[in-house]
């Protein structure tokens, strides 16, 4: 226990009662900060029962006020699923507890339990993340833009799909197994997108956004060659390109492109104001698809690293 009566504890499982106080913490800080400092895969990872490879810290502190005597004021996420990579790494304070050194102390117990070799996600790249990334003796290696363009008004020309390909929505447990296995082999060189399980698609198919009338398979000669998987955040007014992806050998024939455009058109249609992606900052190539289709950066996220 620490000098404020700090305690850590690192678990593989959350009962559905922690997981619940988990997520609460996580929205109240998103609230604070502008976006949550857990992604969608983490908070994901925090439901459902224990997950290869992902721990869980909690950080309490002493709390006459609380009913079980103790409060909840901090929570990083360790995922080591990669084969080549560091363990990545998110992590987030209660807005109401900062500057007491609980981001230094969770920080310090993600490198302990990494072994040193971490990689740490900053939503956001906040001047305080980025200060405590320096404190913690990490370098900053990634950059991932969020980008944006209005979708009133939208005026993009007819889709081109290349000889040979249609496209018609996803069918939910029929189309399953074609989807992972074709993600896997667009997304190689991508593991945190290319990694997906049958699990993982099973949870996304269970939240209250997943709708197949948005997912959108290119097929050639009945085999699956591409997708676009578009997402709607209702409460934010934002349609998402959430991930499109072309099947290696499909790739330069303006397939991305096309189905890119399909999906825009969708959530237009779906009376959404504007679209948003993510993407790499170095994927030079991407980004001017994407600035060309009238995007523009409208916020970073940061990753950093160890040296050792």
């Known amino acids: 226990m620490g000098p404020t009566g700090r305690r850590i504890r690192v678990a593989d ?40 490879g992902v721990r869980h810290l909690l950080v309490s502190v002493p709390d006459e006020d609380a009913e079980a ?14 084969p080549v990579e560091a363990p990545a790494a998110e992590l987030v304070v209660h807005p109401a507890h ?10 310090g117990e993600l490198l302990a339990q990494s072994g040193r070799r971490l990689r740490v996600w900053a939503h956001g790249g906040h001047a305080a993340a980025r200060h405590l990334a320096q404190t ?14 209005p979708l009133t008004g939208l005026d993009l020309p007819e889709p081109q799909l290349p000889d040979g390909v249609t496209v018609r929505t996803f069918q939910p447990g029929q189309d399953d197994t074609a989807w992972l296995e074709v993600n896997a082999a667009a997304f190689a060189h991508h593991p945190e997108q290319g990694s997906l399980t049958q699990r993982d698609l099973d949870d996304r198919k269970a939240e209250s956004w997943f709708d197949p009338k948005g997912f959108f398979l290119a097929e050639r000669e009945g085999t699956l060659v591409g997708f676009h998987w578009t997402k709607v955040h209702a409460d934010e007014g934002l349609g998402e390109v959430y991930v499109v992806g072309v099947r290696p050998g499909a790739q330069g024939g303006g397939l991305g492109k096309a ?25 030079a190539a991407a980004v001017t698809v994407y600035e060309r289709l009238g995007f523009v950066t409208h916020e970073t996220d940061l990753m950093y690293r160890s040296e050792t």
């Open 13 to 52: 499982t959350l009962t559905s009662e922690e997981a619940a106080e988990v997520l609460a913490l996580i929205e109240q800080a998103a609230r604070t900060d502008g976006q949550p400092a857990v992604s969608e895969q983490g908070r994901l990872q925090l439901r459902g029962g224990a997950r290869e």
């Open 69 to 82: 005597g103790i409060a909840l004021v901090g929570y990083g996420q360790l995922e080591d699923t990669d």
């Open 98 to 107: 900062r500057g007491r050194g609980h981001g230094r102390a969770l920080g």
């Open 136 to 149: 913690l003796g990490l370098t900053k290696f990634r950059e991932l833009r969020q980008m944006r363009r």
């Open 259 to 283: 189905l890119t455009a399909i999906g825009l058109r969708h959530l237009a249609a779906e009376g959404l104001p504007t679209a948003m992606l993510y993407v790499d900052a170095d994927n």
